[in-house]
């Protein structure tokens, strides 16, 4: 690494090595993005990292990290259902992987429970004394995580860290975006990295090292994605194709519509379910979504990355307050709502593996199937068609789990079908 850590736990936000500067701050590499200027004041030069210019990283300034205490503990887990045969295998396999130290990926299709596959993974470390992450790169994810965590956990301390959001008190356990983690070095035995293949995740390299500074060396890495990308399939992995309730994912319908406020207003008339409406353009959005009549938005909300009441609605949404949600993709992931429906509205604009987790948000709790997925659309994408086909390969290999299940033993089905 290269970091040069102080004897007080601080290093500098931007160090030189070489001929090439660091940033210790956002992990940036890039000479073109450090820039220098001469201080007055201190009859020096600084250097400055342009990539996160809000934290000021400077040649001058330094990062505290959080100093690496343990601690073991007895963590009670309250799971008020019994996991399924499927559920159960992926979390033993979990904690195997850790005890083995070995990095591994949990493939799940959208709605399988993979928060309640790796708990048992996280008391186990906890037990041990070992410091775990629970991490997304999304604050929508972390803050359902959290959530659910903290009922399954009641009697255990969880630091809960996103932006505009700092609860750490131990950093035993720890909920974090993955941006929060570049405050820790070598800090944690177990990180499990929820949503991995998630913007920013999928586009920014330096998040990879945050992840790898935080780690110990002796630590393991437990990646969760119904979507993953190529790379990770080459870890070790395990592959459940069915969700707890044993349902196929709702298949998404295919309606060419182009959009108009007139029929946009129908349509929402007609809703039973609360709907989950997708546009890929903001200014669109709003532009349809202000043209919807009094009557008809007192019913529902828009929400969006950049609006100031983004949390609030979307707690307001999660109470039932609203019958339908305009959205962008920041709901397309850890968003779990009962009886709600999913419109895609100009789906030949989103990608494949967006569409794939939009769809997964209908029909993930209930006794019964319920909501419905349409992909309204201008004419038919590569990325709709290679959804379309995903969802249908899932619930294939669905189907056949289900007929080894009914006529095997539980751990034929589990050495047969589940581990890939």
């Not at 790169?137 to 803050?143: E, G, L, S």
């Not at 990608?351 to 309204?376: C, M, P």
Request: proline content about 4%; some cysteine; charged content about 25%.
């Amino acid at each position: 690494m290269r970091q040069q850590i102080t004897n007080n736990g601080t290093m500098p936000s931007v160090i030189k090595k070489g001929n090439k500067y660091h940033c210790n701050y956002c992990l940036n590499d890039r000479h073109y993005l450090f820039h220098s200027y001469y201080h007055e004041g201190i009859k020096k030069e600084i250097v400055y990292c342009r990539a996160c210019l809000s934290h000021y990283a400077t040649t001058e300034n330094f990062i505290t990290l959080e100093p690496c205490r343990k601690k073991a503990e007895a963590v009670s887990l309250q799971i008020p259902f019994e996991l399924t045969a499927q559920q159960k295998h992926a979390s033993d396999y979990i904690v195997n992987q850790f005890h083995k130290n070995e990095d591994s990926l949990l493939y799940a299709v959208t709605g399988a429970g993979k928060t309640e596959m790796m708990l048992q993974a996280v008391a186990e470390a906890r037990r041990l004394g070992c410091n775990v992450a629970i991490t997304a790169p999304r604050t929508d994810v972390v803050k359902e995580l959290a959530l659910r965590i903290q009922e399954y956990m009641p009697k255990t301390q969880i630091d809960i860290l996103y932006g505009g959001h700092q609860a750490l008190t131990e950093g035993h356990l720890v909920v974090a975006t993955v941006h929060q983690l570049i405050q820790f070095n070598k800090h944690f035995e177990l990180i499990i990295v929820d949503e991995i293949d998630a913007f920013p995740m999928n586009y920014d390299p330096r998040l990879s090292k945050v992840l790898e500074r935080a780690l110990h060396e002796k630590g393991t890495i437990i990646y969760l994605s119904a979507t993953p990308p190529a790379r990770l399939m080459r870890l070790p992995h395990i592959y459940l194709p069915s969700r707890y309730h044993n349902r196929p994912l709702p298949l998404p319908k295919l309606h060419y519509y182009k959009i108009d406020s007139r029929s946009l207003q129908q349509k929402l008339k007609n809703t039973v379910n609360t709907t989950l409406i997708f546009f890929n353009d903001i200014k669109q959005m709003e532009k349809y979504y202000a043209a919807l009549p009094e009557n008809i938005q007192n019913d529902g909300t828009i929400v969006y990355s950049n609006d100031d009441e983004r949390h609030d609605k979307v707690e307001a949404i999660r109470r039932g307050e609203y019958r339908f949600i305009f959205t962008t993709t920041i709901l397309e992931r850890g968003f779990t709502q009962e009886n709600l429906s999913v419109w895609v509205i100009n789906s030949e604009q989103f990608t494949w593996d967006s569409l794939v987790q939009i769809a997964g948000r209908v029909d993930r709790k209930g006794t019964i199937a319920n909501g419905e997925v349409i992909f309204y659309h201008e004419g038919l994408s590569t990325h709709m068609t290679k959804a379309i086909h995903t969802i249908k390969r899932m619930n294939k290999k669905h189907d056949q789990a289900m007929s080894i299940l009914r006529r095997s033993n539980t751990s034929r089905f589990n050495n047969q079908y589940i581990i890939s």
